[in-house]
């Protein structure tokens, strides 16, 4: 098995995430306003997280978590995010469903949970 999602570097994974958002006509500027609404990261915070080569561990450890977090709902890789027990992992599947649902096309303020 690979690392975990924990170890793993917010900025490996963040050019995935603009990738594939930017391949369905979404912008790097929608993806990180829905980062800056999980983590309650202003800008400043969140290039230096990705500068630093923060692990998601340590990314979530800084993060605010929006309190509107426990309504995102669904399935990534197969598995219900709302039933993970692993904080970190949660908090990493609630992003990735974000990404899924920004580059679906779902309307901002639905994303956004407004």
Known sequence: MGRSIAALRVADVYPLYVQKVERK??????????IRWLTGFDDAELRRHLDDGSDFERFF????????ASEIRGVICGVRVEE?????????????????????????EKVLRS
């Open 25 to 34: 006509g979404r912008t790097r500027a929608e993806l990180d306003e829905v």
């Open 84 to 108: 993970i027990e692993d904080p970190v992992t949660q908090r990493a599947r609630y992003l990735d469903k974000l990404v899924d649902e920004l580059a679906r096309g779902k309307a901002m």
């Open 61 to 68: 450890a800084d993060a605010t978590l929006n309190p509107k």
